[in-house]
């Protein structure tokens, strides 16, 4: 991944980031001579042009944050790769080396599968249904004046609204003993179920989800609409093009890094933090119907406690995890690039 | 506006208009749920408009979720993210951008590559390391007093030792949401965009590094720090994956997971009045940070995305 990130070819550009730091000895705050050309400074890697030179003090700043990180990110990030190699015994006391098996145990396990089918179709419909809905909602924001504010307040209120909270409101509304929605299925001669019936699960699930993320694609297409010059949209005015046709060929072009963007964000979302609203709604069932991944981690390690799988269901997740920070630093480096 | 379209403009309205009371039913028939007696909730035809029993259901769920005393733990878990994340990404930012020294790149791969993974791919682990109290750091941990850093930090003494076992503790709910490096990244930034002009001056007055930090960077670094804030409060009250597993004890729970202990299961009475209730209560004050911060919220969320 070379030019994945503008942090990247930075790097790149400073082979000897550190050869300068012997010049700490002289002072102690050496000062770096301001007549230098800067150009020979420009590049260390989102250095300051005009920095301190210290050995000790930087340290100290860093401490709290790398001491953070070792204990709650780094040893279990570590701990989770060592354990999706090894077997333990039900009662925990021997480990054993076993290479790929919990890997392949995983891939061929149908459960799995399953769980990965459950998964790319329900963050795919929540994706969709997100930035489609937002798009509109966006566009609609983008043309009118009046009110605009009041509108945006109410849109933007299920941001504040816990996952888990969403997922709680959407299963009782259509909880088929009580709620309001349900009843009027049912009034309909709709036989709605999600307790039974895994396809009215999965529904009741993905609008829970999208119900509790247009907010944040709708904020960022909104800016992105704002951004586009108004000189573009009058030319294309002048030239007879009407608002749908003006927003296909100018706005949506333009804002493209930004939907970009959101389908990657929109992913993360429904890959990792949807896990609340599952627990809520349907605890991944029935029979598995909205067992996605992230769920499955949970249930495998902590309610079936089998560690090695949970472990190596951890390492292929957060595979996909750097795969998608990838694609947002593609996004970062594009947005510096165009400024878009 | 490029030209006057009134069709378009009626649809517009109507398409927002649509859009708001998607928005709003969810949380309309959870105040009226929350407004009826049980009896009045479990009827066929479900109410449609709000009933009289709002403030007699929220005291009950007051009393009967305990919320009181979740509330307080809440407060102290969304504020402790927020202040402590705040506090240790602006330190690391600024020795990372304004200072020169041996590994500096070594000290910044280490912390935006952990940028990479979310919280919940790797929370079997975490749970581990933070249930079998990290024992090789102890020394460490000691040395630089953590728990009183803490303690500074969130008000609240977090004790720290050997058996160090952070189940049921600020410390175990607060930490573990801190080891990210987002705010870190946004504050980064930030200081790439301050002119240097500002670092020359201070130099040539002798400002020390700390001053120059103290009297020049954190006042510039204001709103940005407002906006982040709003974002990791919301982020810390909502939490409800780490709380869930890291309360055992109903008195460490956060708001969010007594909510969930008053959803009617199966087996219990159907009172869906009152866990309405409740929900409307836990829900309310992010609204209100959202609804009265609303321009600061939405700085918060478009920077700290990118």
Known sequence: ?340 | MVERARGTDIACHLILIAGALLVCLPLYFAFVAGSHTVADVLAVPFPLLPGDQFLENARVAWEKGNLGRLFVNSLIVALGITVGKIAVSLLSAFAISYFRFRYRMLAFWLIFVSLMLPVEVRILPTYESVANAALPLQWLINALDVGGWIGALTGQRVEITVEWNMINSYGGLILPLIASATATFLFRQFFLTVPEELCEAARIDGASPLRFFWSVLLPLSVSNMVALAIILFLYGWNQYLWPLLFTTERDMATAVIGLKHLIPRSDMEPAWNIAMNAALLVMLPPVIVVVVLQRWFVKGLVDSSK
């Open chain 1, 1 to 340: 991944m070379p030019h994945t990130a503008g942090t990247l070819a930075e790097v790149r550009r400073d082979p000897g980031g550190t050869a300068a730091a012997p010049a700490a000895r002289t002072a102690p705050v050496p000062v770096r001579p301001l007549g230098k050309p800067a150009s020979r400074a420009a590049g260390r890697a989102g250095l300051k042009r005009s920095h301190f030179r210290q050995a000790r003090l930087p340290w100290l700043l860093l401490l709290p944050q790398l001491l953070i990180l070792a204990l709650f990110f780094f040893i279990p990030a570590l701990r989770a790769l060592a354990q999706a190699f090894l077997l333990a015994d039900p009662f925990g006391t021997r480990m054993q080396f076993v290479w790929f098996d919990n890997f392949i145990a995983l891939l061929e396990s149908p459960e799995y599968q399953s769980s990965v089918w459950v998964t790319i179709w329900f963050t795919l419909a929540q994706n969709v249904l997100t930035i489609t809905v937002a798009g509109i909602l966006a566009f609609a924001t983008d043309r009118v004046i009046r009110t605009r504010g009041l509108y945006r307040t109410v849109i933007l209120l299920p941001y504040a609204i816990a996952p888990v909270i969403a997922g709680i409101l959407w299963a009782f509304l259509f909880n088929p003993a009580v709620g309001p929605i349900a009843h009027a299925l049912h009034a309909l001669g709709v036989g709605w179920d999600p307790n039974r019936n895994g396809w009215d699960a999965f529904v009741l699930v993905t609008l829970a989800a999208t119900w509790k993320h247009i907010c944040y694609d709708y904020v960022f297409l909104v800016a992105a609409l704002l951004a586009v010059p108004a000189s573009l949209l009058e030319a294309a005015a002048v030239d007879g093009a009407g608002p749908a046709l003006r927003f296909v060929r100018i706005s949506l072009p333009m804002i493209g890094p930004t939907v970009f963007f959101l389908l990657v964000m929109n992913f993360v979302y429904g890959l990792f933090e949807t896990f609340a609203i599952i627990d809520a709604v349907t605890h991944g069932g029935p029979a598995g119907a909205t067992m996605i991944l992230v769920y499955k981690v949970y249930q495998d390690g902590f309610v079936h406690i089998d560690l090695g799988s949970s472990a190596a269901q951890s390492v292929l997740l957060m595979i996909f995890a750097v795969i998608l920070t990838m694609l947002q630093f593609r996004y970062v480096e594009r947005n510096v690039n165009y400024d878009v």
